[in-house]
Each structure stands twice: as structure tokens, then as C-alpha cells.
């Protein structure tokens, strides 16, 4: 299961992207390498990983950053916090 939740820290000027996803495992060692595009660390079909690489390069052009954290046969949190501006 997937889940998505965003907070807004308004008066830090920040809004944080947080996805949780029970398939994704990876070993918190390997943090550094899941951003990479088809990585077989985060699947094993060649065609597949594609989806934290691009979310990862959409919100670093934004200004933001990311963070992940993973448990074997536990899933994963991926955060990404992103400067907000009111309109």
C-alpha cells in the first residue's frame, strides 16, 4: 500500500512530501544509491525504477531535497521537504 501525505511548515517556508510504500525495501545502507534511475537495488525487472529517480530530479529542480528511510521486509518513507511560497 502507498501512502502520501503533505504537511505545510508556513512559517519555516517549507512543505514536506512524505510516501510511504510497504513494497519498497532496501537496506538502509544503500540510502545513497535508490535515487539512481534503474537501480536493481529497488527492483528486480531492468524496466521498472524509474519513479524515484524522476520524483527525486522534479523536486531538486524545485529547490527541494530528499531523504529515505527503509527497513528490510518492512517498506520505505521517502520525505521530500520543498520550499513553499504563499500566492
Known amino acids: 500500500m502507498i501512502e502520501i501525505r503533505s504537511d505545510l511548515l508556513a512559517e519555516q ?4 512530501i512524505s510516501v510511504k510504500d510497504n513494497r519498497v525495501d532496501f537496506n538502509q545502507a544503500q540510502v545513497n544509491q535508490i535515487f539512481e534511475p534503474f537501480n536493481p537495488l529497488v ?3 531492468e524496466f521498472e525504477g524509474q519513479g524515484i529517480a ?7 529542480l524545485h529547490g527541494g531535497a530528499n531523504s529515505a528511510c527503509g527497513t528490510l521486509d518492512q517498506g ?4 521530500y521537504p520543498c520550499h513553499w511560497q504563499p500566492s
Open 54 to 60: 524522476t520524483a527525486n530530479k522534479i523536486i531538486k
Open 13 to 16: 517556508g517549507f512543505c514536506t
Open 43 to 45: 527492483t528486480a525487472n
Open 76 to 79: 520505505a518513507v521517502f520525505q
